[in-house]
């Protein structure tokens, strides 16, 4: 584990581009998350586009661009934390438009301390337990075959660059062409009435959502598109047939998925993350155990870690501005601390389930949102007991504790990646974990303008960006305090995740190469049909290419057009919204929308299958 261990690691170019990755993948997860309710970790193509930035100077080494990607995939894991909960605060009328300011303290400080609350954890899990870390092995291996002392990599590695630039290229263009001249709706969908049964599908034309489920592979990918099956193949016909439904059959299908359906993943969502924590309770007790231990030999600091007395130092000077956050929105200090001590408990407990998670199914599959939805309901509950159901300030004071707990826990599982892959190159994990201060800092400062160039363009809880996780949060926890939770679904959502767990658990006593991950089948239970089937497409690409060509140089090159495909989608509906947010005019970009449709072959459809062919034989050719 000491590959160019003499190597310099931080240095002015490093943090620079680190700073500007930082912002500009936050930028782009933001995007995707707010659009598709799933993100994925972008530590491989920042290490691409890192090495083909450091060529360009003398002395660039693996170990310097290892700190850049560290830093990178800090703004994008940052990036989910936001978006998956403080939405929810413009969603519910708390705000009014975005606080940059706000967003900016909320995230910086769910950030470090997530941070934080990893650094004793590396030990038990990297070192000791030798968790797989599937993402920080290949972002490994990817720098290791960009830094071969052969000089035909010097090729390899600026082709893999333009691989990312030409895929970015194509997903943009598909983007502009879509949001900014209206050429083609977002997606083909529909509804057949049957008897009074009524059954819904559709499918969401964007490359991105097909590069999600090639990264995230056919498993977990099948385990998504089953869960929205649930909702739309069986659930909403049977609630049809006994209930019955007004007006066209595909409003009617969306009107029914959004009050009722959708709390079944609510309820899986809850079993999913209590069994998280269940699961882990023996790897949290190490870890408390360890950073006893590490505490009293931290004057050696053999591990080379943050030592924990400075991490504990920065932990409490982070407690009085948390406690101060809760104060400005309930106006008692101590409900501000009792809500300080639980987002600390839940921060370390989730940040471990995180760290955990992301040793054993990757940073893109790390079950963000079931814990914080688990959050959510538990202090929703405790401030209604506090405050009572009449309180107006309840339901946004629960999702600033679930806010600060899902940064914590985001950047938890992203830090454990990147510290694996210093591990096998033999960088310092203290190093390592600057860098990701310097992440979180830089994205911290970026994504409240993201939010608002979005809001603006969009309109965040539209159909065009409907915001699901953050919609889930504010459901939550409006529901605790106004009674309106549908109980019946989240129960019965709540006896189909103990199923699935129990299958999932039988499954791994055989040694099954096939799980079913509960959370993974909550977010495609929650999610609308036609954001799950193109991540099933991709999964079933991923599935393919990889049986046909069983060569690692091939599948990277997958993962890289993956990679610009969802980064040039992301950053053209940003630049898309851009002038619509200086301009404040909505109909800024003009309209093309005369091209003829005939069902479901329009434009949009041709060219969205015209990609789907490109990605595949582009993973299958040498």
Known sequence: MNFEHKKTEITLKAIILGILLSAILAAANAYLGLFAGMTVSASIPAAVISMGVLRLFKNSNILENNIVQTAASAGESLAAGVIF???????????????????????????????????????????????????????????????????????????????????????SLMKLGQSGFSLWGSAIEGAKNFNNIIFGFGCDLSPALVS?????????????????????????????????????????????????????????????????????????????????????????????????????????????????????????????????????????????????????????????????????????????????????????AAILVGAVVCCAAAIGGDNMQDLKTGYILGATPLKQQIMQVIGVLSSSLVLGLVLDVLHSAYTIGSPEMSAP??????????????????????????????????IDVSLEKRNSSFRIPVLAAAVGIYLPIQLTLPVFIGGVISYFSIKKMNDKLLQRRGLLLASGLITGEALMGILIALPIFISGEKNWWPSYNNFPEF???????ILFLSILFWFYNSTIKK
């Open 85 to 171: 909960t403080i939405p929810a605060l413009v969603l519910m009328g708390y705000w009014e438009s975005f606080d940059y300011f706000e967003i900016a303290k909320i995230s910086a400080i769910g950030g470090l301390i997530g941070i934080l609350f990893t650094v004793p954890l590396r030990q038990v899990l990297i070192v000791r337990a030798k968790l797989l870390y599937p993402e920080g092995i290949a972002t490994a291996e990817v720098l290791k075959a960009g830094h071969s002392n052969d000089d035909s990599k010097d090729g390899e590695s600026m082709s893999s660059l333009k691989t990312i630039g030409i895929s970015s290229l194509i997903g």
């Open 212 to 396: 999600v489920g090639y990264i995230v592979g056919i498993n977990i990918s099948t385990v998504v598109f089953s869960g929205g099956l649930i909702s739309w193949l069986f659930a909403i016909p049977i609630y049809t047939s006994i209930n019955g439904f007004e007006g066209n059959p595909f409003d009617a299908a969306m009107n029914i998925w959004n009050s009722k359906i959708r709390y079944l993943g609510v309820g899986t969502m809850v079993v999913g993350g209590i069994w998280s924590l269940i699961k882990l309770a023996k790897p949290l007790i190490d870890g408390i155990k360890t950073s006893f231990e590490n505490l009293n030999n931290s004057s050696n600091n053999k591990s080379k870690d943050l030592p924990i007395n400075v991490v504990l130092i920065l932990l409490l000077s982070l407690f009085p501005p948390v406690i101060l956050l809760y104060f400005n929105i309930l106006d008692s200090l101590g409900i501000a601390i009792i809500l300080s001590l639980i987002m600390m408990v839940f921060g370390f407990l989730f940040s471990a389930v995180a760290s955990y998670m992301a040793g054993v199914v990757g940073s893109s599959n790390n079950p963000i949102s079931g814990v914080t939805i688990a959050t959510i309901l538990f202090t929703s509950l405790l401030l209604l007991g506090l405050l009572g159901k009449n309180s107006p300030n309840g339901p946004a």
């Open 469 to 502: 996780q953050a919609t889930l949060m504010k459901s939550v926890s409006e529901g605790v305090f106004l009674g309106n939770l549908p109980m019946e679904m989240l129960i019965i959502g709540s006896i189909i995740g103990i199923i699935i767990i129990m």
């Open 599 to 605: 069902g479901i072959i329009n434009l949009g459809s």
